[in-house]
Antibody
Framework: QVQLVQSGAELRKPAASVRVSCKASGYSFTDYHIHWLRQAPGQGLQWMGRINPNSGGIDYAQKFQGRVTMTRDTSITTAYMELSRLTSDDTAIYYC???????????????WGQGALVTVSS | IQMTQSPSSLSASVGDRVTITCRASENIFTYLNWYQQKIGKAPKVLIYAASSLQSGVPSRFSGSGSGTDFTLTISSLQSEDFATYYCGQSYATPYTFGQGTKLEIK
């Protein structure tokens, strides 16, 4: 069965960086994009960007350009999202999700990781 | 692309028919998806491409619309449907979502 398993909760100080991992299993890792989204406490969903595990191609939301780096290691079917220069506004649950693309829907997110809480506090 | 959902919250009873609406700030054709999120859990896709039912999702969920106006309908609410619902557009990056509709028990 398809699974995305994320790394655990992290606590960081302001200005630090954090890296969250997303281990994929149960499908061909290079056939589907991995998307990263976040959800601040009590708030809605925010798309951060995506990576094509086959080519390594990336597409970041402009809001995070310059602060986010998405990578992947195909040998261990794992995607990574690193966010730098953290502030308290970055406190959120970070999700990875598999992007299923159809002609009529673009990408919808059919499998999600369990989420990783990142807390930024001095 | 801005996505606006209404209502932001809704109280309903088991067995009720419920409709949630979502409006896009520009034409997104049918590039619209609906997600359900329960407390402490990751979102789950219900409807993709505006009206296609995701595999395994009960048929009481349905979606309609195209262009800028969309609806999610639950034909007969069950207790497990009380959750927060989000619409999301996948027409253009950055993909964006509505602010959510919290469906509560009356």
């Amino acid at each position: 069965q398809v699974q995305l398993v994320q790394s655990g909760a992290e606590l960081r100080k302001p200005a630090a960086s954090v890296r969250v991992s997303c281990k994929a299993s149960g499908y061909s890792f290079t056939d589907y994009h991995i998307h990263w989204l976040r959800q601040a406490p009590g708030q809605g969903l925010q798309w951060m960007g995506r990576i094509n595990p086959n080519s390594g191609g990336i597409d970041y939301a402009q809001k995070f350009q310059g602060r986010v780096t998405m990578t992947r290691d195909t040998s261990i079917t794992t995607a990574y999202m690193e966010l730098s220069r953290l502030t308290s506004d970055d406190t959120a649950i970070y999700y990875c999700a598999r992007g299923m693309t159809t002609v009529s829907s673009g990408a919808h997110f059919d499998y999600w990781g369990q989420g990783a809480l990142v807390t930024v506090s001095s | 692309i801005q996505m606006t959902q209404s209502p932001s919250s809704l109280s309903a009873s088991v067995g009720d028919r419920v409709t949630i609406t979502c409006r896009a700030s520009e034409n997104i054709f049918t590039y619209l998806n609906w997600y359900q999120q329960k407390i402490g859990k990751a979102p789950k896709v219900l409807i993709y491409a505006a009206s296609s039912l995701q595999s395994g999702v009960p048929s009481r969920f349905s979606g309609s619309g195209s262009g800028t106006d969309f609806t999610l309908t639950i034909s007969s609410l069950q207790s497990e449907d009380f959750a927060t619902y989000y619409c999301g557009q996948s027409y253009a990056t950055p993909y964006t979502f509505g602010q959510g509709t919290k469906l509560e028990i009356k």
